[in-house]
């Protein structure tokens, strides 16, 4: 049961094929046997077999609300009340959240069962789950090779593909669930900017994060996004906008739809077998019933800059609380600044010092004009640039990476480079739009590649309506399905 | 224009203030924690107060209208559109490692406040804008050797920074803005100006130079939490600089700090230590959007303010101006002193009497029990009633204050304490005319040294008859009588 999609689960829990005890032990087991992916920091067994126990007796009675005793996973960077959430930062690792996050409150209050906390790059900075306190999370995939899972929702990603969990959920900055969720051969949803309430998520960049689901199927994305989005007044920036019913879009004919594949997402450097997959997507969804249109997004190669700035800037200043006086990491020190400086020092690792050095230079007087304040100048161009585009397409069609997953050891070494793995992602959060990584098939070293679908603002409906289309064309084998 | 001068010459000083004051509201800016003085540390922390991760701000529309109301107070324009900034600095009382604050676009621009300079002209002293932002903890390093203790009370309580244009040219005109600022904020209910508890403080911006040439440097002091210390500090900032530059030595831009023990200004960073506190713009918090029906709403809520009262006190019941200004400048006294008026059916005749007893007796009983005027042991009716008594001549001035002595003492009315000590005054010609004349008979010597020339001992005559009717005499009447009786020869 353990490689069954929520969708399925859910069928299987109403109908008592399984109860929510079995399913959670099940998990936990599995959990433990593959104990070697490092995909949690925290498993909540207890606790989690307490709440299964209520949801088996909330089936009995009839009285199941929409993920009734379904066993999630949570990225360790929504606050959740009583469990230790980290960032996964030696700065956070003995903090206690007093209050749960609006997400995890709304799959809790929907019935969801919490296995635990899921590992992530540290304070969400990485791609490759290798920034991490808690030590590098391992893609499921990986046969001969260790392979990364991706990042920064690295061991989301590695649960859900490896069936340690039924689904979980992320953060996204610049692609940390649709990057994690290509590398590991499973669905990665960023819904739009101010969909997800953030109140309660470890703050990243603010005006980029959003929360959203990995899952096994379009379906499970769809169920859960429904369930996590929402106007919340506890985050001024989510959004009033209704939330339809997304699982109801899953199917959907995609005839007539007008898909756009921009130029400018061919790179230099790109694996062939990419491109390939990437025309594959195209011819699929045309034999489908969709319309190709090419596109042309002519300020995207300013993306990835103009995304080093503006993520590193909010987050040298969101990471400023982390100072070793009110809670979580302290070092020692004679004075108040040494406090700060051993503290922050012992407290963070090298990838968040870095992006605080860059981001409280680019902020610097002097200097924000040449950097922030031009980087907020492109960004209103990207915007610009999307817009034009969905004049002319319903939505766009590009690889979520540039390549598959990697081995570790064999990552980039200069953080530069390492940083080209968003190229094709942060696109969609410099401009707040809603993006899906859909599986599309394995490369010749059988490593999963996922493509992205791009949509205009709270058009995550047409995401899994096209999204879904795309899933059943492509029939991508889930990895247990390669296993037997 | 205003001058000072030393051996070298004339110089003219330039003043420019930013006003912090603290916003009235129950809860703070960006979190419903409670905004009230004097609970225990801590107690007033919330999540958001203490920025726990994951936290996020939430705007406290009340302290958008009460600045909103205060913008419109001041004759500003409150912009439709603005923004929050973050001000990113390390400090152990500021939680989220910055502070919110509107930095590049303010919720209102410009204004002024009226004033009168020492000449008695009326000026102008301009704002450049106002702007909100939240205020920072405390810390307390006083309690042990080697630890500091944190109180996030105060963190995230609602301000407004008032910033003047560099209008002021001595430090009682510095005074006077102030005292004025904080008359209308409290006028406006938006700030209770209270200094003593921190909820009005001021950082004063200085420079000195010769006249008819340029601005000099000028040196910021920090808060400044009284308007003596206002003073004080302009003027010892002010001889400090003259002395810099008349011994051939230029004047730093710096930030300094004022000890009000010491009465000086001591250097707290220079400008190559000012820190770079890397403003950008909030991305928690979306623009602050106004409407115009917003705008409109609470401009209808903003009360006759001191200056339009003190012209309409002057126009409608004859006061002089400085009467009516000391009157208006307090809402609590021109409530009192027209609660009074009203009960003595607003009696034009009486205005100026009854202004003269508040500003004088009223005042000085109220400082010397240590009271407000809205904790005045005499009420505004029965303060009414005295001036009646005064005016109606049925008591002496004199009388008088002793009678609103023993209203403050028991609290009873002025009609009930002069009949009950039987202090009413003699007003009956004949009456008078008997103590006259006894008084005339007993000092049969005196009265001939009187018509001898020595008029002087008409004092002496008026004195016996008031101790023998027990000071109840009316004064013009016996004058009259004694004058009668007291025919010169």
């Known amino acids: ?484 | 224009m205003n001058y000072i001068e030393t051996s070298t010459g004339k110089w003219e000083i330039v003043i420019g203030l930013e006003v912090h004051a603290q916003v009235i509201s129950n809860s703070k800016l960006f979190s419903s924690a409670s905004t009230k003085f004097g609970v225990s540390p801590n107690e007033n922390a919330s999540l958001i107060d203490a920025a726990f991760p994951g936290t996020l701000p939430v705007i406290n529309s009340f302290c958008i209208d009460q600045a909103l109301k205060t913008g419109l107070g001041l004759n500003g324009k409150v912009n439709l559109v603005s923004f929050f900034d973050r001000k990113n600095y390390f400090y152990a009382d500021l939680p989220q490692g910055y502070q919110i604050t509107q930095f590049y676009h303010p919720i209102v621009s410009g204004g002024y406040v009226q004033i009168e300079d020492a000449a008695g002209e009326t000026k102008r002293i301009n704002l450049d804008h106002i702007h909100m932002e939240q205020d920072a903890g405390k810390s307390i390093h006083d309690q042990s050797p080697t630890k500091s203790f944190i109180d996030l009370n105060r963190s995230g309580v609602a301000l407004m920074e008032i910033v003047t244009k560099p209008d002021m040219k001595s430090a009682e005109e510095a005074a006077t803005f102030l005292r004025k600022l904080r008359s209308i904020l409290r006028y406006l209910k938006t700030c209770d100006g209270n200094m003593d508890e921190g909820s009005m403080r001021a950082d004063v911006n200085v420079s000195v130079h010769r006249p008819e040439t340029e601005y000099g440097t000028r040196v910021e002091i920090k808060n400044i939490n009284s308007i003596k210390f206002l003073m004080t500090a302009v003027d010892f900032e002010v001889e400090r600089q003259i002395k810099i530059i008349e011994s051939d030595r230029k004047v730093e831009q710096e930030t300094r700090l004022f000890d009000s023990s010491t009465g000086k200004t001591k250097t707290m960073r220079s400008k190559e230590d000012a820190q770079d506190y890397r403003y950008f713009p909030e991305p928690d918090l979306p623009p602050l959007i106004l409407t115009q029906s917003r705008i409109d709403a609470i401009r209808n809520t903003i009360p006759e303010l001191p200056d339009a009262k003190a012209i309409r006190l002057q126009r409608d019941y004859n006061l002089p101006s400085y009467d009516a200004h000391l009157i208006a400048s307090e809402k609590e006294v021109a409530d009192f002193y027209e609660r009074a008026l009203d009960s003595i059916k607003k009696d034009e005749n009486a205005a100026k009497l009854l202004s003269n007893w508040i500003i004088g007796e009223l005042f000085a009983l109220l400082n010397k029990h240590n009271k407000t005027i809205e904790e005045s042991s005499v009420s505004p009716e029965h303060m009414g009633e005295l001036i009646l008594l005064i005016k109606t001549n049925v008591i002496s001035g004199k009388i008088a204050k002793d009678v609103l002595d023993l209203m403050w003492k028991t609290q009873e009315s002025p009609d009930n304490i002069v009949e009950a000590n039987g202090w009413k005054q003699i007003t009956s010609f004949d009456a008078i005319k008997d103590s006259v004349k006894e008084v005339l008979a007993n000092y049969p010597d005196k009265v001939v040294e009187y018509q001898n020339g020595k008029e002087k001992l008409f004092g002496f005559f008026v004195g016996e008859v008031m101790k023998k009717t027990n000071g109840k005499a009316n004064p013009q009447i016996l004058n009259e009588v004694l004058k009668k009786n007291l025919p010169i020869s």
């Not at chain 1, 470890?202 to 199927?217: E, H, Y």
């Not at chain 1, 007087?365 to 817009?387: E, N, P, V, W």
């Open chain 1, 1 to 484: 049961m353990y490689n069954l999609s929520l969708y399925d689960v859910r069928e299987g829990l109403s109908n008592k094929k399984f109860s929510s005890v079995e399913l959670t032990e099940c998990f936990l087991d599995r959990i433990e046997q593959f104990n070697d992916l490092n995909a949690f920091i925290t498993v909540c067994a207890d606790r989690a077999l307490g709440s299964a126990k209520k949801s088996d007796q909330r089936i009995a009675e009839g009285k199941a609300m929409e993920l009734e005793g379904i066993p999630l996973a949570i990225k360790d960077l929504f606050l959740t009340k009583g469990i230790k959430t980290t960032a996964g930062s030696k700065m956070l690792y003995n903090f206690i959240p007093p209050y749960e996050s609006t997400v995890t409150k709304k799959l809790l209050d929907a019935g969801a069962v919490f296995l635990g906390k899921t590992n992530m790059d540290e304070f969400a900075m990485g791609s490759a789950n290798i920034t991490s306190y808690y030590g590098n999370v391992v893609n499921p995939w990986s046969k001969d090779k260790k392979l990364v899972p991706g990042g920064s929702s690295g061991g989301s990603a590695s649960a859900v593909a490896g069936h340690l969990c039924v689904a979980a959920t992320g953060s996204d900055t610049g692609g940390s669930i649709r990057q994690p969720a290509s590398f590991c051969g499973i669905v990665g949803l960023k819904p739009t900017y101010g969909r997800c309430s953030r109140y309660g998520m470890v703050a990243f960049a603010s005006s980029l994060d959003q929360a959203g689901p990995l899952t096994k199927t379009v379906r499970d994305a769809a169920i859960l996004l429904k369930i996590i989005s929402g106007y919340d007044e506890n985050d001024s920036t989510s959004s009033r906008e209704s939330v339809p019913d997304f699982e109801s879009f899953v199917g959907k004919s995609v005839k007539g739809i007008r898909v756009g594949i921009p130029k400018e997402y061919h790179m230099a450097g790109m694996s062939e077998e990419i491109i390939e997959f990437w025309k594959k997507g195209a011819e699929l969804l045309k034999e489908a019933g969709a319309e190709i249109v090419d596109i042309s997004l002519p300020y995207s190669k300013y993306a990835l800059p103009t995304y080093y700035i503006i993520a590193p800037a909010e987050a040298s200043s969101n990471l400023s609380r982390y100072d070793g006086i009110k809670y979580g990491f302290r070092a020692n020190g004679v004075s108040l600044n040494e406090v700060y400086e051993n503290t922050r020092a012992e407290g963070f690792g090298d990838e968040v010092k870095r992006r605080i050095l860059v981001g409280t230079y680019v902020l610097s007087a002097g200097y924000y004009d040449a950097y922030y304040m031009r980087a907020l100048k492109i960004q209103k161009l990207i915007r610009q640039d999307f817009s034009h585009a969905f004049e002319k397409v319903d939505l766009l069609l590009t690889p979520t990476t540039p390549n598959s997953a990697f081995a570790f050891g064999e990552e980039p070494k200069d953080p530069v480079t390492m940083y080209l793995n968003d190229v094709f992602t942060v696109t969609a959060n410099i401009a707040g739009l809603p993006g899906i990584s859909v599986p599309i098939g394995l490369d010749k070293q059988e490593r999963p590649l996922g493509l992205q679908l791009i949509a205009p603002h709270f058009k995550e409906d047409l995401l899994i309506q096209v999204g879904s289309a795309l899933e059943k064309s492509a029939n991508f084998p889930t990895l247990m399905e390669i296993a037997q």
